[in-house]
């Protein structure tokens, strides 16, 4: 029995790659629209969703690529963000 998404298949390593470097790409974009807030990066921010929409729908029609991959890819951040956080509460050292 293989486990996680190993035997998935190429597909399946397409979904998660183009969902981390979608969200790769969401965080920059964040990033350098707070950075420096401007009207007009404010009015980008509507389009980034739409772009992330766009990617997905490409990914998931054209390339069918399974949607949980996508998903998986899209969360590794956050999960990368957890992680960081869970080991900052049980290892800091206040001194």
């Known amino acids: 029995m293989e486990w996680g998404i190993a035997g998935w298949g190429g597909l399946a390593a ?3 790659a ?3 470097a979608a ?4 965080f920059r974009w964040l990033e350098s629209a707070f ?3 401007t009207p007009a990066r404010a009015g980008l921010l509507g389009l980034r ?4 929409g766009g990617v997905g729908y490409v990914m998931l029609k054209v390339f069918a690529v399974t949607p949980v991959t996508f998903l ?3 969360l590794t951040a956050a999960a990368a963000a957890l992680g960081e956080a869970l080991y900052q509460l049980i290892y800091a050292r206040i001194s």
């Open 14 to 16: 397409l979904g998660v």
């Open 18 to 20: 183009t969902g981390a």
């Open 23 to 26: 969200a790769w790409a969401n």
């Open 35 to 37: 950075s420096r807030p």
């Open 49 to 52: 969703l739409a772009v992330l």
């Open 72 to 74: 998986i890819g899209l």
